[in-house]
């Protein structure tokens, strides 16, 4: 039994759906997302965690996931910064007053937690950057304090170690992604008990694609972040950190159901066991373990 922590139900792994799919209510949407559930049951996924859309589509994928017997979490849209990265899964805030104001109309949705992006995706040609930072400390802080209050966690997407310091002195409760990260932001986040969610899976598969891919002319590089990362995954387990599953399934190559498997494969051979694994998932998504293994 597999808990996936990190996922887009929106998105496809192998390609651009066709486009507006995900905006309307229609029976093509709706094969689609009976057609995820299916593979999620295949590869024996009992859980997932969403990392949002700029459509909200998790609300719709909510009931068939629960029809299907997997339990569905999701922050509806992520929340990223005006002209930085994250268009496609989320909405944006403009500054100080925005985040108010956005965290007012996303909160009578009815979240199942909150996402925020605060750094890019990692660099294929300019290896260790990710963009500049998104939200300023004030406006981090208060998202997440303004999530906290409200009851909800939240997961924040970042990469390099002064994006992954901010939003763990901000209190965070996972980190998605913390690419170049480094043994500071290790030991804080030990110390914080903060979750990370490494998600091995996307720069993995594109190292090992097919030379006919589009995406072969990166595999160089991402065998280079998926060394480096796997290394401080590695080190951050023997530190004591608490590392959970999240395959970031829906990302370029990275293919439902199945990538939940290979992201339990990857964690494993950095020295995680299946039920750390397990364990650590049902603390990211609030599962009772015992009630769940039944």
Known sequence: MVIDCHIHCALSGFGKLKKGLMSEDTPEREGWFSSLATRYRKHNVKALRDGGDAYGAGTAFKPIAEDAGIIFRTPLVALYKTGHYGD???????????????????????????????SGIMSFDHFGEAGSLEFTDAE????????????LRTMVHVNTPKGIMMAIEAGADSIEHGYCIDADCIAAMKEKDIVWVPTLAPFANIASCDESHPLSRYREVSQ???????????????????????????????????????????????????????????????????????
């Open 88 to 118: 496609f899964l989320g909405e944006a805030i403009t500054d100080f007053d925005s985040c108010r104001k956005k965290m007012d109309q996303l909160l009578k949705r009815r979240p199942d937690f909150i996402k925020i992006i605060q």
């Open 224 to 294: 280079r972040y998926f060394t480096g990362h796997k290394l401080q995954v590695r080190k951050a387990h023997v530190a004591g950190v608490t590392i959970a599953l999240g395959s970031d399934a829906g990302a370029s190559l990275v293919i439902h159901g199945q990538a939940s498997r290979e992201e339990l494969s990857y964690l494993m051979d950095c020295g995680l066991t299946k039920a750390e694994v397990f364990t650590n998932g049902c603390r990211v998504l609030e599962l009772d373990e015992a009630q769940f293994k039944k």
């Open 140 to 151: 981090l802080c208060y998202l997440i304090d303004r999530a906290h209050d409200a009851g």
